[in-house]
């Protein structure tokens, strides 16, 4: 079957690094992406990663490893408006997107 | 650019009654939208993938008689809950992919909360 694995919570302190992993298993693989929810909202595009290595983009970085079915998210200098949660979706050999249940961030003062 | 909008934001209704979302692409043509449904906590789930001019394509498990989606054009994707019962209650949320981006750019509407009573 396919799987898309990462942490239910992480907590973080504001102005710090936080990574927030995220590991799968699908047919095929088109493409990688990461999304920010805050609560009651609609998620929002943060990143795309399709080949090997990391993309920056401002305090968000993205990681992918194609070999090892693993990316992470990189946020830096951390602030409260960060709290959310950040979906990792994959994009399988079909082109339909798979999910993850999202990793719950809560920053701290 | 590439905004995506969806009408009710929120909604309440009767147990029984049809409830229709629209979900528009307001600077961009999309030929396809993708509908979603998430619970209180849970990840997205996808319901069904929405191609202009033809039938949408249902995840298993959803009713395409109970989901009726129609897209009618490049910027307009309908999704009507039909008998709504208060088990249907959930965030709905459309997303769009602009012609040409290969489906690598999903843009997400802001949601409908239903509400079925």
């Known amino acids: 079957g396919q799987n898309i694995d990462q942490p239910t919570e992480m907590t973080a302190t504001e102005g710090a690094i936080v990574q927030i992993n995220c590991t799968y298993q699908?047919?095929?693989?088109?493409?990688l992406f990461w999304y920010q929810q805050h609560a009651g909202e609609a998620p929002t595009f943060l990143s795309y990663?399709?080949l090997d290595g990391l993309e920056e983009k401002g305090r968000f970085s993205s990681f992918l490893s194609r070999s090892k079915g693993y990316s992470y998210l990189l946020l830096k200098e951390l602030q409260m408006k960060d709290s959310a949660s950040y979906l990792c979706?994959?994009?399988?050999?079909?082109?339909?997107?798979?999910w993850g249940a999202g990793t719950k961030l809560i920053i701290k003062p | 650019g590439a905004v995506v909008s969806q009408h009710p934001s929120r909604v309440i209704c009767k147990s029984g009654t049809s409830v229709k979302i629209e979900c528009r692409s307001l600077?961009?043509?999309?030929?396809?939208m993708f509908w979603y449904r998430q619970f209180p906590k849970q990840s997205l789930m996808l319901m069904a993938t929405?191609?202009?001019?033809?039938?949408?394509?249902?995840e298993q498990g959803v009713e395409k008689d109970k989901f009726l989606i129609n897209h009618a054009s490049l910027t307009l994707s309908t999704l009507t809950v039909t008998s709504a019962h208060p088990e249907d209650s959930s965030f709905y949320i459309c997303?769009?992919?602009?012609?040409?981006?290969?489906?690598?750019?999903?843009?997400f509407g802001p949601g409908t909360r239903l509400t079925v009573t």
């Open positions: 997303s769009a992919s602009p012609i040409g981006t290969a489906s690598t750019e999903q843009y």
């Open positions: 600077d961009f043509q999309a030929t396809t």
């Open positions: 699908t047919s095929g693989f088109n493409g």
């Open positions: 979706a994959v994009k399988d050999s079909n082109y339909q997107l798979i």
């Open positions: 929405s191609n202009e001019g033809s039938k949408a394509t249902y």
């Open positions: 990663n399709v």
